[in-house]
């Protein structure tokens, strides 16, 4: 995966530097200063210093488009002509954030009135008046038809600022992640659930995602090609990452462990991202058995940055990658019933689970009955961690546009149904009743992702940067 790279540019206007001597050094320092601020592993930082000119503007724009930067800050340290920047804009073609930040946090008005030399007076000015050509440039690009955000605040001890600094870059990280993703899909929808039903073209316009349609023949003849040796290993791995219960036969683990290596090879072989799977192999007794041993593989696929969607539930796959690309899980899951007494919200679902963000080790049983579904093989039983979750659906409006449905709440111990699937306990700050009538509201499907954490700035962040709108629950 090629690093997310990271525009930065700031403005000024040559006209200044030979009148005010020492300015433009100073104002160069802020943005070594901001620089140094952006880097963190996985970014890679294209800085072309100060733009002062519309000649330099013209290169700049140039420079941007050929580094393939994903986004770009525009840093404003003083007052410069929107011709000085329009032209960087349209030619790098990629999202803008304005930087208007004051290098401290406020003028030593006794010192600059005691400097007595008004050109000098003039220079300090300059150095602080950053947020000038603010509305010029938010007029131009607007004219313009170029979305652009704004991060207003201080250089220094302005923790609000620079978070918002952060999400942006976690966005336009997870932009990156979801437009060189691959989608494996394998197998075909579940019948009669027409809410998940989706246009896999409109999945790849909007995430920039491939989509590789896979044959379970093929992970069935893989898992011919699987050694007694390399069961014995993946078994040894399913003891360690899972609480295997008593009653979980050895032929159950055997055929698990046989799928599960050969998942890992479909996806080594597509070089798979992702997944989002449903399948019943009726009259083939292979394709049965992979099918139905199938969920261990695939808990092990989601907690190792592969999230697997049961269903063939496209949306979700793409909503799961998601909060795991922020470092959040994505666990598969549905809500199901309300503990009235306790304002809380039951949500899960059989099939494969985010093992990384679950409350304890995850648990390993038979199941003689899934509901509608194959009724044999293992499945897994967990519950996401306590603590702040976010929720994530993307939903189709009824324009055929792709929409972000979120909610942050927090998942809380308590009774739990052990049948063999994932549950989990949340409650939301408009309580039970509002969440499901605001949550239902926005059409999701019945399918959601649940990661850890509060995630909905992010989220919405990814969503301006990619033209998805964002319709936060709570």
Not at 233 to 239: E, N, P, T
Request: hydrophobic fraction near 40%.
């Amino acid at each position: 995966m090629q690093p997310t790279r990271i525009g930065l540019f700031g403005i000024g206007l040559d006209t200044y530097w030979p009148q005010f001597s020492g300015l433009k050094d100073r104002l160069d320092g802020y943005l070594r200063q901001v620089a140094g601020i952006l880097e963190r592993p996985g970014i890679e930082i294209v800085n072309l210093g100060l733009v002062d000119n519309p000649e330099r503007a013209v290169e700049a724009g140039h420079q941007f488009r050929q580094a393939d930067v994903d986004i770009i800050f525009l840093h404003a340290t003083t007052y410069a002509l929107s011709s000085t920047v329009l032209p960087v804009v349209r030619r790098a073609r990629v999202p803008i954030i304005i930087l208007n930040l004051s290098p401290e946090s406020s003028i030593d008005y006794t010192s600059f009135n005691a400097l007595g030399d008004r050109s000098a007076m003039t220079g300090e000015w300059l150095a602080h008046c950053g947020a000038c050509p603010v509305p010029e440039i938010a007029n131009v690009f607007l004219r313009a038809g170029i979305p652009f955000y704004q991060v207003t605040g201080k250089l220094h001890d302005d923790p609000a600022c620079w978070q918002e600094v952060d999400d942006w870059i976690e966005a336009a990280r997870v932009a990156s992640v979801m437009s060189h993703n691959r989608l494996g899909l394998l197998g075909h929808y579940y019948s009669g659930m027409l809410d998940i039903y989706s246009d896999v073209t409109l999945q790849s316009i909007v995430f920039g995602t491939h989509i590789e349609f896979l044959e379970v023949e093929e992970l069935t003849a893989l898992r011919r090609t699987v050694s007694s040796s390399d069961i014995q290993d993946r078994l040894a791995v399913f003891a360690q990452e899972f609480d295997l219960q008593p009653d979980c036969s050895p032929s159950d683990l055997e055929a698990a462990a046989r799928t599960s290596i050969a998942l890992d090879c479909l996806v080594d072989r597509y070089s798979l991202g992702s997944l989002a799977y449903y399948y019943e192999g009726t009259g083939n007794p292979e394709n049965e058995t992979a099918i139905a041993s199938i969920i261990l593989g695939n808990s092990l696929l989601t907690a190792k940055g592969v999230p697997v969607a049961g269903e063939y539930e496209v949306k979700n796959a793409q909503a799961m990658k998601i909060m795991d690309s922020f470092g959040a899980g994505g666990s598969f899951t549905e809500y199901y019933a309300v503990d009235w007494d306790a304002d809380a919200v039951l949500m899960g679902h059989d099939g494969p689970g985010h093992i990384a963000i679950a409350e304890g080790r995850t648990k390993v049983r038979p199941l003689s009955v899934f509901h509608g579904k194959v009724g044999k093989g293992l499945s897994v039983e967990m519950s996401v961690r306590s603590g702040p979750v976010t929720l994530l659906s993307i939903a189709e409006t009824p324009q055929g546009r792709l929409k972000f449905v979120v909610a942050e709440g927090e998942s809380v111990d308590g009774p739990k149904l052990e049948i063999g699937n994932t549950n989990s306990r949340y409650r939301f700050p408009r309580g039970a009743r509002n969440f499901i009538e605001s949550w239902n509201a926005q059409g999701p499907a019945h399918h959601c992702a649940v990661g850890v954490g509060r995630l909905a700035s992010k989220i919405e962040k990814l969503g301006k940067l990619i033209g998805v709108e964002t319709a936060q629950v709570c």
